[in-house]
């Protein structure tokens, strides 16, 4: 099946530090291409990978589940892990559910996490119904392209397949017990104005992991897919300084190196 333009994966080596990107529910690499290649750029090797049934037709996506999406940024995890003296995972809404997870399990072979409004919880009223309404209806209404920003769009799936709904739900419920296992250094980013995922999930999950080192960081000008958005920068930027403030000398700036080269032409 053919893929939808930008829906890529993208991978990029680089330094001895690894950086896992994961992407949200129905989206696609496409809405945090620019935050993996922000830290490729600064010498990050980087892996963004495609999860399963995404990036193609919303059809693909409804015989997939939870456990296939977090399968495959195990993998990469595991890949990079063998590549990288440190590992740092990063997500965007269901993307953010999938590192911490990934987090809550592999310990130590993370050095740290980054989240931007991630997700908890299926909010919609008709969530407890679910279970049902699946084999009833195919899909609802699409989740995409929830950015400010004039002109910026988001490259995801116009209709959410209810199989695939039901499964999320499932998800975030075995994420939220697993949270009090996560203790690496974690860095939340939340858009107070969030047409899909509520700042009260971000709230929840700085309230039950048990990591000693947080820090919140408030996206006032974004809505849901802030890495396309108005602070889309301001992201790139403190995660970089995340980075480097637990890996001091892992990432370099372009700037810097243009710089020397030009220095000593």
């Excluded at 050095?111 to 969530?127: E, F, I, L, M, R």
């Excluded at 989740?143 to 995801?156: M, N, Q, T």
């Amino acid at each position: 099946m053919p893929l939808l333009p930008g829906a890529e994966p993208f991978r990029r080596d680089g330094g001895e530090v690894g950086v896992l990107v994961c992407h949200g529910f129905t989206g696609s690499p496409q809405s945090v291409r620019p935050w993996a290649e922000y830290l490729a750029d600064r010498g990050a090797t980087v892996a963004l990978p495609l999860l399963p049934g995404h990036g193609t037709r919303w059809q693909d996506m409804a015989v997939t589940t939870w456990q296939d999406w977090y399968a495959e940024v195990d993998r990469e995890l595991r890949a990079l892990s063998g590549r990288c003296a440190k590992v740092f995972v990063c997500g965007l809404s269901m993307g953010g559910a999938l590192a911490l997870r990934l987090a809550a399990r592999h310990g130590d072979a993370i050095s740290g996490v980054v989240v931007v409004n991630p997700a908890n919880k299926v909010h919609d009223a008709v969530a407890a119904l679910l279970p049902v309404l699946r084999h009833l209806v195919p899909t609802t209404k699409g989740l995409a392209s929830d950015i400010a920003k004039p002109g910026a769009e988001e490259v995801g799936y116009d209709r959410v397949p209810l199989h695939a709904a039901h499964s999320v739900r499932q998800f975030f419920r075995l994420v939220d017990t697993e949270l009090p296992q996560v203790t690496q250094p974690l860095l939340v980013m939340t858009s107070p104005q969030d047409h899909v995922v509520p700042p009260v999930d971000s709230e929840r999950i700085l309230a039950r992991v048990s990591s000693t080192d947080m820090d919140r960081t408030l996206l006032e000008r974004s809505y849901h897919v802030a890495t396309l958005d108005h602070d889309a920068e301001q992201i790139f930027r403190d995660t970089a300084a995340f980075i480097e403030r637990l890996a001091p000398g892992a990432l370099t700036d372009p700037a810097d190196e243009g710089t020397t080269a030009r220095g000593g032409a």
